[in-house]
Every structure is written in C-alpha cells, then in structure tokens.
C-alpha cells in the first residue's frame, strides 16, 4: 500500500528515513491553522494533524496518507510559529529559564477511511538566557517559520538544559509512535529494525569479572 506524506516539511522526512521509511509521494495538506477560542495545546495538535490527513487522502485513491503537527505550548498558551523577529524574540524571552511542553500529534488515515492517532508530549527547558544568547539566535535566522520560535536540531539545542521525551517529536516527528501506527497499518517490512553496525566482529564466548556484588561482562572483539 503506497504511503503518501501530508508535509512539506524536509525534517519530517528526513526523520522518516532514519526507520528506513520513504514516502510514495509528498502531498502538503494547505488549511486553517488557527487555534479555536479556549483550545488546549493537545486538542489542538491532534485536531490539526487529523485535519491535514483527511484533506489529502481524498486525493490518492487506496493510500495511507501520514500527517502530523508539533506544537509548542507554555502553560495553556499555545505559542505560535515564528514568522518575523520580533515573534521569535518573545518566545525565546518567555521560554528562558522555565519548563515548557512540545506535543506532536500524527494521524494515519486509511483508504476505509479508519484513523489512527498517536500524540507524544516533551517536556524541554531551556537554561536562562542572557540578552545577548537571544541576539545571537535571532542573527542566526534559525527560527524562522519554527513553533515556539526555535529548532532543537541546530543551535538552540546548544541552550536546552533539559528535555524528557522524545528529541524527534521535538523535531516534528515522533519515531516511537510513528514506527507503532504504521506497523499497525502493515508497513512494519518496510522499515530498517537494525542499521549495518560499522564495528568489528565480536566474539560472543563472553566472560565474566566479578567486581564485589556485581559482574561486570566484557566482549572481545576479534
């Protein structure tokens, strides 16, 4: 069954190639992203993922059709995507120094029309910033068109102290509950479960070293 990505985003399938899966195509799902009055972040995410699969599944006749949305949320506040200097640079001040949560949502729809969903909740803290580390990101331009205002994966992950969860979800992706939905849907044998491993053989004769309580193994390379 052929797979069909509802995102334009590049890192979205990047991500999807380190489990080894590649899309059929790429269809962008174009819609109102605006959050509804009183939404909660994690509503929101899994509404706008739906939203995004059910608008292009009509358009590939027998596919599965992945889309998903990440959200940035402090509190109950949704943040929004920066799209000029001024909104990354209010993020990056209310984010420094304080816990905050990325929730990415993914839906796979099915040619009957069934959906599956996933959500996966991050909790990321940056350290306090100073004026001038906010400057610099700004320069950078890093944030541009990123929710919340910055990309773990590039510099900013240089002033993230902390995160609890999963790193890819942060990105946009999360690979835990994506690989999960579409072994579900049956594209589990489509995926690389184990990459080439660039080692040395190993000799699998192990031995064991008693260290007081505890033994410790050790592996031989050959």
Request: hydrophobic share 45%; with cysteine.
């Amino acid at each position: 069954m052929r797979l069909i990505l509802a995102s334009a985003s590049p890192r979205r399938r990047d991500l999807l190639g380190q489990i080894g899966v590649v899309p059929d195509a790429v269809d962008p799902a174009d819609i109102d992203e605006t959050p509804h009055k009183a939404e909660l972040p994690a509503v929101y995410a899994a509404r706008v993922a739906a939203e995004k699969g059910a608008l292009v599944v009509g358009r590939h006749a027998g596919a599965l059709v992945l889309s998903g949305d990440t959200v940035v949320a402090a509190g109950r506040r949704i943040l929004p995507k920066a799209e000029d200097e001024a909104t990354a640079r209010k993020c990056l001040e209310l984010l420094s120094g304080r816990r905050h949560r990325v929730l990415s949502a993914i839906a796979l729809r099915a040619p009957d029309g069934s959906l599956r969903e996933r959500l996966s909740e991050t909790m990321v803290m940056f350290k306090r910033l100073s004026p001038a580390e906010i400057d610099a990101y700004i320069a950078s331009g890093e944030w541009e068109g990123k929710a919340g205002g910055y990309a773990i994966q590039g510099i900013a992950e240089g002033l993230i102290n902390r995160i609890h969860g999963s790193h890819s979800g942060v990105v946009g992706l999360p690979l835990y509950e994506t690989r999960a939905l579409l072994k579900a849907a049956g594209r589990d044998h489509r995926m690389i479960i184990y990459p080439p491993m660039a080692v040395t053989a190993i000799n699998c004769s192990s031995r064991w070293a008693p260290t007081g309580r505890t033994r410790r193994r050790f592996w031989t390379a050959i």
